[in-house]
């Protein structure tokens, strides 16, 4: 990677890293050959008041996802008033465990696999670029992504989402 940085001389560069100690800080500029005279460290903390973590003692086993059907029950807010939601999973079949938790909870069994859903949206990063891209551009304009559960996310032409 270090020989493709050398061919973007003069271009800036931009890196992202959360919670990363000073080794690691170290060990990614000696890989990348940037050396400490080369790069402006700017130092912050995202503020973002309307993100809330919620932490609770696990009862069952961090696959299975079931101890998210206590906090995202179905009680007095309906679900087309809940907030959008982002979850992280590291694989695709993780990711469609949390969406039948979050829809068992809510009432709505079945529900992941509708790609029209108000309440959950599948996306993950396990997908083509041009997937990719169209997934981003259809959530971020609030159109649902057409899901085939058996194949992953697949995005329709943005014109067929209208």
């Known amino acids: 990677m270090a020989a493709q940085l050398d061919a973007t001389e003069g271009v800036p560069i931009l890196l992202l890293l959360a919670t990363c100690w000073p080794v690691a800080i170290q060990s990614v500029l000696e890989n990348l050959k940037i050396t400490k005279d080369n790069i402006t460290f700017v130092r912050a903390e995202l503020t973002r008041p309307e993100i809330r973590i919620l932490r ?5 086993s961090l696959k299975s996802d079931h101890d998210l059907i206590p906090i995202i029950k179905q009680q007095e807010t309906h679900s087309k008033d809940i907030a959008p939601m982002l979850i992280y999973s590291g694989q695709r079949n993780a990711t ?3 969406m039948k938790n979050v829809n068992k909870a809510r009432g709505m069994h079945g529900a992941e696999y509708n790609p ?3 309440m959950i949206s599948h996306y993950h990063a396990n997908t083509g670029d041009y997937a990719k891209e169209g997934a981003v ?4 304009s609030g159109k649902p992504i057409k899901y085939l559960p058996d194949d992953g996310p697949v995005v329709a032409e ?4 209208a």
């Open 137 to 140: 551009t259809a959530f971020a």
């Open 56 to 60: 609770l003692l696990m009862l069952h």
């Open 96 to 98: 469609l465990q949390v």
């Open 116 to 118: 029209w859903s108000s």
């Open 158 to 161: 943005m014109e067929d989402l």
